[in-house]
């Protein structure tokens, strides 16, 4: 029982951003805890990051939280998981039937290309965080979902972070800093482990 947010992403680097929406989600549907759930190998990114290290920095910027986790079971699983299985298999994971897949308004656009995305509307509520740069109106523009569809997601204001992780990549590249658009730790282990150091 219980009601449970859930974020995915790759989190190549988490950043700010992740954690702002989420917290905002933890508050305003009174959710008991936010699973992070770091991806396996994504088949639409060209290179990311070893499932390991990027489960640690997930678990670095989430563990001070008490009301935030981060999963291992898309990085356990080989290959890459569809977020409806995932939800499915948390949905029993935590005998629960209210889960709050968490998203950036920039997911919107592209929903309607996801494997089973009716089936994940009807198996979880959908959270799309505001996020500069990407406008909802355009986002449902481009969706193609029904208006029935587009009824199953509850849009979320957030305070806006123009962070993303491909812009924390560059910046580790160009050796600019990334002192607080990341947790202290994340930083710490990025540098430690020369993470981002080469081109994508
Ligand atoms: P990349 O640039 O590599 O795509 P990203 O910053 O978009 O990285 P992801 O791991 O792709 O991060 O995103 C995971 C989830 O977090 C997605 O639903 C995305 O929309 C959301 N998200 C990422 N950054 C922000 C942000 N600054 N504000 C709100 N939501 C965000
Ligand atoms: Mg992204």
Redo the contacts with the bound molecule.
């Keep these: 029982m219980g009601r449970y947010g859930v ?6 680097p ?5 954690l ?2 989420a917290q905002a989600a933890l508050h305003e549907f009174e959710l008991d805890a936010v699973y992070f759930v ?2 396996g190998q994504p088949p639409h ?1 060209r290179h990311v990051t070893d499932g390991e290290h990027r489960y640690v920095m997930t678990l670095l910027a989430t563990a001070a939280n008490p009301r935030f986790y981060t999963s291992r079971v898309e990085i356990d699983r080989v290959g890459y998981s569809y977020t409806y299985d995932t939800i499915l298999y948390l949905r029993q994971e935590f005998n629960s039937d209210e889960i709050y897949f ?6 919107i656009s592209h929903l309607h290309t996801w494997y089973r995305y009716r089936e994940l509307l009807q198996v979880c509520h959908f959270v ?5 740069g ?1 406008a909802f109106d355009d986002a449902l523009q481009s969706s193609s979902l029904t208006a029935a569809e587009v009824e199953r997601i509850s849009f979320l204001e ?1 305070p ?10 560059q910046r580790v590249r160009d050796g600019r800093p990334i002192k607080y658009l990341v947790p202290s730790a994340v930083e710490n282990y990025i540098y430690k482990h020369a993470l981002y150091r080469s081109g994508e």
């Design positions: 974020m995915g992403g790759t989190f190549d988490i950043h700010l951003g992740h702002v929406a770091p991806s990114k968490i998203t950036g308004a920039d997911v799309a965080a505001t996020r500069p990407f957030v806006s972070l123009a962070i993303s992780s491909t812009d924390i990549r």
